[in-house]
Nanobody
Framework: QVQLVESGGGLVQPGGSLRLSCAASGSIFSFTAMGWYCQAPGKQRELVATFTSGSKTNYADSVKGRFTISRDGAKNTVYLQMNSLKPEDTAVYYC?????????WGQGTQVTVSS
């Protein structure tokens, strides 16, 4: 059983920054893919940024140039550095990992961008 624990969400003003963390219960390099999704009220969950096929990264067009995904294998943790935040980035952010064809989710962390 894979466990994912997110942290780092909160309230931030437009233009501000936050860093989300996702700690996994096992080696993050064992996962087929690992990254971040978000879900705003009334919307479907959508991809933000992920690692796939080793070190390849994939970003949603809306966050390219503003968000950066990174990882620390020694800590089994994946990060999402979010800069130049906009009100439309407000959502619950979920960590996701894929292993042997099964997807695992964290509990989510709320990010609110508002003045």
């Amino acid at each position: 059983q894979v466990q994912l624990v997110e942290s780092g969400g909160g309230l931030v003003q437009p233009g501000g920054s936050l860093r989300l963390s996702c700690a996994a219960s096992g080696s993050i390099f064992s996962f087929t893919a690992m990254g971040w999704y978000c879900q705003a009220p009334g919307k479907q969950r959508e991809l933000v940024a992920t690692f796939t096929s080793g070190s390849k990264t994939n970003y949603a067009d809306s966050v390219k140039g503003r968000f950066t995904i990174s990882r620390d294998g020694a800590k089994n943790t994946v990060y999402l550095q979010m800069n130049s935040l906009k009100p439309e980035d407000t959502a619950v952010y979920y960590c996701n990992a894929e292993l042997y064809g099964r997807r695992y989710w964290g509990q989510g962390t709320q990010v609110t961008v508002s003045s």
